[in-house]
């Protein structure tokens, strides 16, 4: 993903000003894709010289509402049908699982607990946040479908992190003294999270 594309793809939404699209990137997108006002405001006025989107109005203390293109809509189109998905990805919490043998004991069972619970709360959020869609809150349109989908998604990779954090915990495979036998083998093959997330009761 490109920052290029979620600007278009929020704008094919409506028309918005570098702050508006701004708030709906640390709303929205934050957790998948953060943005910073500069960045936004650079890349606005790339997209603006490339025409793909252009001034619909201008507001108080000269701020600018834009609007998506045609050319700027067939591009983020384009992106999404056509462009090989880019699957690396930056994730702080596995990175420093590379490095848990630098850690106190006690210190990592302290730190694999919170990640625990704060995934597990955050999968709980989304799903409060997936049933109000489910109600209708939001509507029908293919933009709530699309959120929904998008939803489920960060339900479960949240979800799986909790199990995760879990097992970690649960495995100690860092002072387990038979790991790599056949026996930490045998008590080595996980269980489900028993976490607020999956205690979370999806409303209908």
């Given at each position: 993903m490109s920052l290029r594309h979620g600007l278009l793809g929020l704008l094919a939404e409506g028309p918005a000003s570098g702050y508006d699209l701004a708030r709906r990137f640390s709303e929205a997108l934050g957790s998948v894709w953060?943005?910073?006002?500069?960045?936004?405001?650079?890349?606005?006025?790339r997209l603006e010289t490339a025409g793909l989107i252009e001034v619909e109005s201008t507001g108080p203390r000269r701020r600018k509402a834009y609007r998506i293109t045609d050319e700027g809509l067939a591009e983020v189109r384009r992106w999404l049908?056509?462009?090989e998905v880019d699957h690396t990805f930056r994730m702080e919490t596995l990175f420093r699982a590379y490095f848990f043998w630098l850690m106190d004991p006690e210190d990592l069972k302290a730190h694999l607990a919170k990640e625990q619970l704060f995934f597990a709360e955050t999968a709980a959020a989304l799903r409060g946040y997936a049933a109000t869609k489910d109600r209708?809150?939001?509507?029908?349109?293919?933009?709530?479908?699309?959120?929904?989908?998008?939803?489920?998604?960060?339900?479960?990779?949240?979800?799986?992190?909790?199990g995760w954090a879990q097992w970690a915990q649960e495995t100690d495979i860092m002072t387990a003294e038979d790991f790599g036998t056949a026996k930490h083998q045998q008590g080595a093959a996980g269980t489900p999270p028993t976490t607020p997330a999956n205690q979370q009761d999806t409303e209908p």
């Amino acid at each position: 993903m490109s920052l290029r594309h979620g600007l278009l793809g929020l704008l094919a939404e409506g028309p918005a000003s570098g702050y508006d699209l701004a708030r709906r990137f640390s709303e929205a997108l934050g957790s998948v894709w953060p943005a910073q006002h500069p960045q936004i405001y650079s890349e606005l006025a790339r997209l603006e010289t490339a025409g793909l989107i252009e001034v619909e109005s201008t507001g108080p203390r000269r701020r600018k509402a834009y609007r998506i293109t045609d050319e700027g809509l067939a591009e983020v189109r384009r992106w999404l049908a056509e462009v090989e998905v880019d699957h690396t990805f930056r994730m702080e919490t596995l990175f420093r699982a590379y490095f848990f043998w630098l850690m106190d004991p006690e210190d990592l069972k302290a730190h694999l607990a919170k990640e625990q619970l704060f995934f597990a709360e955050t999968a709980a959020a989304l799903r409060g946040y997936a049933a109000t869609k489910d109600r209708g809150d939001w509507g029908t349109s293919t933009q709530t479908r699309a959120m929904r989908i998008a939803l489920e998604a960060g339900i479960r990779i949240n979800e799986a992190l909790a199990g995760w954090a879990q097992w970690a915990q649960e495995t100690d495979i860092m002072t387990a003294e038979d790991f790599g036998t056949a026996k930490h083998q045998q008590g080595a093959a996980g269980t489900p999270p028993t976490t607020p997330a999956n205690q979370q009761d999806t409303e209908p």
